[in-house]
């Protein structure tokens, strides 16, 4: 079981490895690591490095004088602990941070946001604590945000609506609360929005439908508590949505029917009523399906041929006055009654999984093979 350290040096210089015993990974060694990164680098990638000794990522207040770093990257480290240190603001030239599966607690430092060149910031599967500082509206030039997997609570600040290079938002388990802020709808460029397993309630912006790039946006497990919004429908370019466990009523609005692009509509465990919309036999991309657990009834509306291009991907169970015609049960199985009778046809969906648990990756037995690499600054 070894460390493999691999230098990358410029242009068409050879590669060099080294294989070291991680066991020898001791606290002062990661001092010494941060020290190569002052000596003209530009990307620095720490993986599955400190895994044994438990090792704390605070270092001295000149640790992090290299103005040339454009790429940090320290991840899958069970061993690396301790607070984001507030020295990492003075990489001014820091494009990519990345700081995710580690096991770094306490709050995010606001002076990271002053990181104005930064275009990728992942913080996800750590324990952090504390709200979202203000000051993340000062990363203009970001493109991705991933602070998802950690303890954050508070609300989403206003700020976020500055972001408007922003593509990626992933947020999602964390113990976050309020509403989501109508500044969101500022984000133009947005495709992917994760929001899951946190506290939010109540409405949703007004705006959201101006986010026309948005294809992902997925909400599982928040204690919603209100009607399902027609404003989904405006979101042309959606490819999946995802609002299970949310605590969503009503009917399900036929105007779903307009997103044309979705493969995956999941609105499992919900309190949605009445029938499901004819229109929805129109969603010709559609691969996954799940209305499952809910209180809808009615004939299920959809085609034998439909129905045989979902199969199994499709669930429809736990609506107890949900039917399916004596034709459709023949085509395939569902979990719910055949019309007209008290039988059931089978059900070959499997049980709605759970929440998953957060995972942590606390654990110094978790990875045995660190990767250590770096890039040089070619001089001219």
């Known amino acids: 079981m070894y460390c493999f350290f691999v230098l990358l040096l410029p242009l068409f210089s050879p590669i060099f490895a080294k294989k070291v015993a991680p066991n020898s ?12 990164m002052e000596s003209h680098l530009q990307s620095a990638f720490f993986f599955n490095c400190f895994t044994h000794t438990n090792t704390n990522l605070s270092v001295s207040p000149t640790a992090f004088t290299n103005s040339s770093l454009q790429q940090l990257s320290l991840r899958s480290n069970p061993a690396l602990t301790g607070p984001i240190p507030t020295q990492l603001s003075s990489l001014k030239s820091l494009k990519i941070l990345t700081l995710s599966q580690n096991c770094l607690f306490g709050s ?20 952090l604590t504390g709200s979202i500082p203000i000051q993340l ?12 997997y950690n303890s954050l609570t508070g609300p989403i600040p ?29 984000l133009n460029s947005l495709v992917f929005l994760a929001l899951s397993s946190n506290q939010f309630g109540g409405h949703l912006p ?31 370019k959606l490819q999946e949505l995802r609002l299970a466990s949310s605590g969503y009523s009503g009917n399900i609005p036929p ?22 919309p004819a229109e929805f036999s129109g969603l010709s ?5 799940n209305l499952s657990r809910n209180s809808l009834s009615g004939t299920v509306p959809f085609s034998s041929s439909f129905l045989k291009r979902l199969g199994k991907n499709m669930d429809l169970s736990g609506n107890p006055g949900l039917c399916v015609s004596p ?33 942590s990756l606390c654990n110094p037995f978790a990875f045995v093979t660190c990767l250590f690499l770096f890039k040089l600054i070619r001089h001219v």
Request: glycine share 6%.
């Open 25 to 36: 990974m001791l606290p002062f060694e990661a001092e010494t690591l941060f020290k190569i």
């Open 108 to 127: 995010i430092p606001p002076e990271i946001f002053g990181l104005v060149s930064l275009v990728h910031l992942d913080f996800s599967y750590n324990l």
């Open 137 to 148: 509206g000062n990363l203009t030039s970001l493109e991705g945000l991933d602070l998802s």
């Open 158 to 186: 206003t700020t976020i609506g500055q972001l408007g290079q922003l593509q990626k938002l992933d947020l999602s388990s964390n113990s976050l609360t309020d509403t989501i802020p109508d500044s969101i709808e500022k």
């Open 206 to 236: 007004k705006g959201l439908g101006k986010l026309q790039n948005l294809q992902y946006f997925i909400m599982d497990d928040n204690p919603m508590q209100i009607p399902l919004p027609l404003v989904f429908s405006k979101l042309v």
């Open 255 to 276: 105007s779903f029917s307009q997103l044309k692009n979705l493969t995956t509509l999941s609105l499992q465990n919900n309190h949605l009523t009445g029938q499901i």
């Open 285 to 289: 991309r559609i691969y996954h399906l």
């Open 327 to 359: 034709s459709q049960a023949t085509a395939q199985k569902f979990g719910v009654n055949v019309c007209g009778t008290n039988q059931e046809d089978g059900s070959l969906i499997q049980p709605m999984n759970q929440s998953p648990a957060k995972p």
